[in-house]
């Protein structure tokens, strides 16, 4: 069965600390760019750190460079995203997605949910 399943989740303090990782089955997972986007209450889904198939290209958004950092391990097929010096703007469930590179095939997650909050 293919499926990315995301864990990590939970209620943190301003400042805090979460990691996130991102488990993948039944498909050939390191020929898969992922991303890690987030969807705040009431808000539009956005990207937030995306690691090409082979490791080499990292991006972030703005918002969270400095802070987050994104890591994948292709042989235990997983994506980490670590979350440091979290602020309450942080609030969202958390999604992570495995593309294909140059074909329409995506893969997503379930979701967790991150709240930042004291």
């Known amino acids: 069965q293919v499926q990315l399943v995301e864990s990590g989740g939970g209620l943190v303090q301003p400042g805090g600390s979460l990691r996130l990782s991102c488990a993948a089955s039944?498909?050939?997972?390191?020929?898969?760019?992922i991303t890690w986007y987030r969807q705040p209450p009431g808000k539009e889904r956005e990207l937030v750190a995306r690691?090409?198939?082979?490791?080499?290209?990292?991006n972030y958004a703005d918002s969270v460079k400095g802070r987050f950092t994104i890591s994948r391990d292709n042989a235990k097929k997983t994506v980490t995203l670590q979350m440091n010096n979290l602020k309450p703007e942080d609030t969202a469930v958390y999604y992570c997605?495995?593309?294909?590179?140059?074909?329409?095939?995506?893969?997503w997650g379930q979701g967790t949910q991150v709240t930042v909050s004291s």
């Open positions: 690691i090409s198939s082979a490791g080499g290209s990292i």
């Open positions: 997605n495995a593309a294909l590179r140059g074909s329409s095939v995506s893969v």
């Open positions: 039944g498909f050939f997972f390191s020929s898969y760019d």
